[in-house]
C-alpha cells in the first residue's frame, strides 16, 4: 500500500520504517529540514535499538523516503498518518497546531479517497476537529466532491523498544465512524494491519472518541501505577518495611501483575506527564476533577526530588565542597530523551547547591547537553561545574566522589565492581534511584546505600 507519514519523530519515523519492512511504499515528511536531511544522509536523528538497520534496509530497498516536499506526500498516501508532535499547551491541554496544521495540508493538496489517521495522542473529539479543518480546505477549493474518513489508530509503542513493540503489538486500536466512508477507511486499516494479526486477532475497533480516550487511560493507568508505589515507598522508608519485598509480596497476584510496579525517581519522558496533563485538563473542561490523576502527577513532581533529599539531609545544603557521581540521564534505558528526564531536577538541585558532578550515560550525553543550555539559561556558569563521559566502564566517574547517585537503570549499572567503587570513592555512599542492588549486599561491602522505600530513610 502506499502511505504517507506526516512528522518523522519518535514514533513517524519507527511507524514508518516498520510498515516499509512488510511490504508497503512509505513516504516520510517533516518539516525540519535537518531531521530529512540527516535521514537522506543515511544517519538516524534519535537512538533506538534495531531502528537503524530497520531504516537502512527499506531505504535500500526503495520502500522508504524522507522528504519535505508536503504536496508530494499528500499526492504519494492512500492512507496518510499524522504522527506530529501534541505538546502540553500552558493549561496543560494538548497543543493541536501541528496536528490541524498537518489536516489543513492535507484538504488542500488532496486529490482522490484518503484514510486520515490520528496516530498523535489527541484529546476526545480531535478527529472531529481534523475533518473539520480537511473539508473547509476542501470546500475553499470547490472539491467538496473528494472523498476522505479519519480514523483514530493510537499508538502504545515503548521508546527504548519501539521496533519490537510496533512490530509485535498487544494490541492495535482502530477507532473509526460507521458511515460509508468510515467502512471503507476501516477495510484499507485492516488489510494494512492485516500481516500483524496472523497468529491472533490484535485488533480492537471501536468508535473514534473511545479509540482516542484509550491512549491517556492507558497511560493514566501505568502512571498511577507508579506513582502508587512510589507512594508507598516513602512510607515504607518511614515504618522500616522494603518496598521491593512488598512487590514480590503482591505482583504474584494476577489481579496486580509485576510490571509497573518498580518504585524509583518517578516517571518521565514525552508522554506520561503531558497525557496526564492533557486527561486532567480535558476533565476539567468537561465539568469533571479527575482527583486521582490530579495526584498522581503531584506525587510524581514530589518523587523527582526524592533523591536529591537525601543527598541534602547527608551533606546538607551547601554542596559547594561536594563532588557526585550520576549514573544515568535518559529518562529511562536505550533511550536518548531527555524530556522531563528525572536527572533534570537532581542536576538542578545539585549544582544550584554549588555541587560538581561527573555525569554518566551511554547515549544521553549530547542530548542533555543540548537540554541542559535550556535549563541552565540563568546561570551558564554552572554548567562548567558538570562533566560527562560514555565510558564503556561506567565505574571511572566515581573517582573522587562524595557520593554516586543512580537515576536510570542502564544494564551498565546491574552488577558495578563493588570493591572498586568504594576504592575509588572518597566516601563509599550510594543513592539509587533505582533500586539495583540489594542493600544487604551492598552494607556486606561496606557501602552506605539508599535505594528508594528499602528500609534507608
Ligand atoms: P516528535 O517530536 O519526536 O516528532 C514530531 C515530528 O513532527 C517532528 O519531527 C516535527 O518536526 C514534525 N512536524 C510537526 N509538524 C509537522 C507538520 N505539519 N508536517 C510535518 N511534520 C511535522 O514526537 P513523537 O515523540 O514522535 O510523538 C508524536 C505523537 O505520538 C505525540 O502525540 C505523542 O504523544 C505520541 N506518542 C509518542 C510516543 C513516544 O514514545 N514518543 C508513544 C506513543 C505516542
Not at 539509587?432 to 542493600?439: A, I, K, S, T
Request: with cysteine; charged share 25%; proline share 4%.
Amino acid at each position: 500500500m502506499n502511505i504517507s507519514i506526516i512528522g518523522t519523530g519518535y514514533v513517524g519515523l519507527v511507524t514508518g520504517a516498520c510498515l516499509a519492512d512488510i511490504g508497503n511504499n512509505v513516504f516520510c515528511l517533516d518539516l525540519d529540514p535537518r531531521k530529512i536531511a540527516t535521514l537522506n544522509e543515511g544517519r538516524i536523528p534519535i537512538y533506538e535499538p534495531g531502528l537503524a538497520d530497520v531504516v537502512e534496509s527499506n531505504v535500500a530497498a526503495r520502500r522508504l523516503a524522507f522528504s519535505t516536499d508536503i504536496e508530494a506526500s499528500v499526492a504519494h498516501g492512500d492512507i496518510q498518518f499524522i504522527a506530529v508532535g501534541t505538546p502540553p499547551d500552558e493549561d496543560g491541554s494538548a497543543d493541536l497546531q501541528y496536528v490541524l496544521a498537518a489536516a489543513r495540508n492535507i484538504g488542500k493538496y488532496m486529490e482522490g479517497f484518503k484514510v486520515v489517521v490520528d496516530k498523535s495522542t489527541v484529546p476526545v473529539g480531535t478527529a472531529d476537529k481534523v475533518t473539520a479543518v480537511i473539508q473547509e480546505e476542501l470546500d475553499r477549493r470547490g472539491r467538496s466532491d473528494l472523498r476522505f474518513s479519519v480514523v483514530s489508530n493510537p499508538e502504545f509503542l515503548k521508546e527504548g523498544a519501539a521496533v519490537e513493540d510496533f512490530m509485535r503489538p498487544d494490541r492495535i486500536v482502530i477507532g473509526y465512524t460507521d458511515d460509508h466512508d468510515g467502512r471503507e477507511a476501516l477495510g484499507w486499516m485492516r488489510q494494512l494491519y492485516a500481516p500483524f494479526n496472523r497468529n491472533h486477532e490484535r485488533t480492537r475497533v471501536m468508535d473514534v472518541r473511545s479509540a482516542e480516550f484509550a491512549k491517556y487511560a492507558a497511560n493514566a493507568m501505568l502512571a498511577t501505577r507508579i506513582s502508587f508505589m512510589n507512594e508507598l515507598a516513602n512510607l515504607a522508608d518511614r515504618v522500616g518495611a522494603d518496598i521491593e519485598a512488598v512487590r514480590q509480596g503482591i505482583g504474584s497476584d494476577p489481579r496486580i501483575g509485576y510490571s509497573f510496579l518498580y518504585a524509583g525517581t518517578g516517571y518521565g519522558g514525552s508522554c506520561f506527564p503531558k497525557d496526564i496533563q492533557a486527561l486532567t485538563r480535558i476533565a476539567r473542561d468537561n465539568g469533571q476533577t479527575l482527583r486521582v490523576l490530579e495526584s498522581v502527577e503531584a506525587v510524581n513532581d514530589e518523587q523527582k526530588r526524592v533523591l536529591t533529599n537525601k543527598v541534602l539531609a547527608r551533606f546538607g545544603p551547601d554542596l559547594s565542597e561536594r563532588s557526585f557521581a550520576l549514573w544515568g540521564l535518559a529518562f529511562k534505558p536505550n533511550t536518548d530523551d531527555m524530556r522531563e528526564a528525572p536527572s533534570r531536577v537532581v542536576l538542578d538541585v545539585l549544582l544550584r547547591a554549588g555541587a560538581r558532578v561527573v555525569a554518566h550515560d551511554p547515549i544521553a550525553v549530547e542530548e542533555t547537553k543540548r537540554v541542559l543550555k535550556l535549563d541552565f539559561a540563568d546561570a551558564p556558569a554552572l554548567l562548567d561545574r558538570i562533566s560527562f563521559t560514555s565510558a564503556k566502564d561506567p565505574i571511572e566517574a566515581l573517582a573522587g566522589a562524595d557520593a554516586l547517585i543512580i537515576v536510570t537503570e542502564w544494564k551498565a549499572y546491574r552488577s558495578p565492581n563493588l570493591e572498586r567503587m568504594k576504592a575509588l570513592m572518597k566516601s563509599p555512599v550510594v543513592f539509587d534511584g533505582r533500586n539495583l542492588y540489594e542493600p544487604a549486599t551492598m552494607k556486606d561491602a561496606g557501602i552506605t546505600y539508599q535505594g528508594i522505600g528499602r528500609n534507608s530513610l
